[in-house]
């Protein structure tokens, strides 16, 4: 069974950091692209970012370029986003998402997210 | 950049069709898909590659894509079809998701 556990969310006040985690199961976490996808309260899907199976290629939408960073541990079967220089409108339940291995990018397994709330 | 755009609402009788459309340019030259959101929970793939439907997803569920619009049609629907749905695909690199529907089945 694909299990996709999320933990490190919390309240932080703006200017801070948090790094989320990710910890997957029920499939080999090397060989698919991974992301990260956010959900503000009561709004909707925003895609944050993606990293390829070997951690090589990253991508990221514009407005957390330059402040978060998505990375991968194998070793521990994980995936991290560290985020920096956090803002009130980076408040969201943050989702860990895994992409099968197709051209295009979809998510056919969501982990059940984290909350991160960010305000003085 | 890329935008999906979609009704915000959709309101349908229980054992009828809902429509739900996915706007964006070229939007059939893509892959569109759909995920089901029910309130607190995480969102649910339904459709993928434009009209697929991955395993255990019923087959009342049904996609199509061309032109400039994707459609989710669920046929039959039931009350525990009531959830958020939103489209998405993929552009330059970057994931683009619709601003979601909320279905009513009243």
């Known amino acids: 069974e694909v299990q996709l556990v999320e933990s490190g969310g919390g309240l932080v006040q703006p200017g801070g950091s948090l790094r989320l985690s990710c910890v997957v199961s029920?499939?080999?976490?090397?060989?698919?692209?991974m992301s990260w996808v956010r959900q503000a309260p009561g709004k909707g899907l925003e895609w944050v970012a993606n990293i390829k199976q070997d951690g090589s290629e990253k991508y990221y939408v514009d407005s957390v370029k330059g402040r978060f960073t998505i990375s991968r541990d194998h070793a521990k079967s994980s995936l991290y986003l560290q985020m920096n220089s956090l803002r009130a409108e980076d408040t969201a339940v943050y989702y860990c998402?895994?992409?099968?291995?197709?051209?295009?990018?979809?998510?056919?397994?969501w982990g059940q997210g984290t909350l991160v709330t960010v305000s003085s | 950049s890329y935008e999906l755009t979609q009704p915000p609402s959709v309101s349908v009788s229980p054992g009828q069709t809902a429509s739900i459309t996915c706007s964006g340019d070229k939007l059939g030259d893509k892959y569109a898909c759909w995920y089901q959101q029910k309130p607190g929970q995480s969102p649910v793939l339904v459709i993928y590659?434009?009209?697929k439907r991955p395993s255990g997803i019923p087959e009342r569920f049904s996609g199509s894509n061309s032109g400039n619009t994707a459609t989710l049609t669920i046929s039959g629907t039931q009350a525990m079809d009531e959830a958020d749905y939103y489209c998405q695909a993929w552009d330059s690199s970057s994931v683009v998701f619709g601003g979601g529907t909320k279905v009513t089945v009243l």
């Open positions: 590659e434009d009209t």
């Open positions: 998402a895994k992409i099968p291995p197709v051209s295009e990018w979809y998510f056919d397994y």
């Open positions: 029920g499939f080999t976490f090397s060989s698919y692209c």
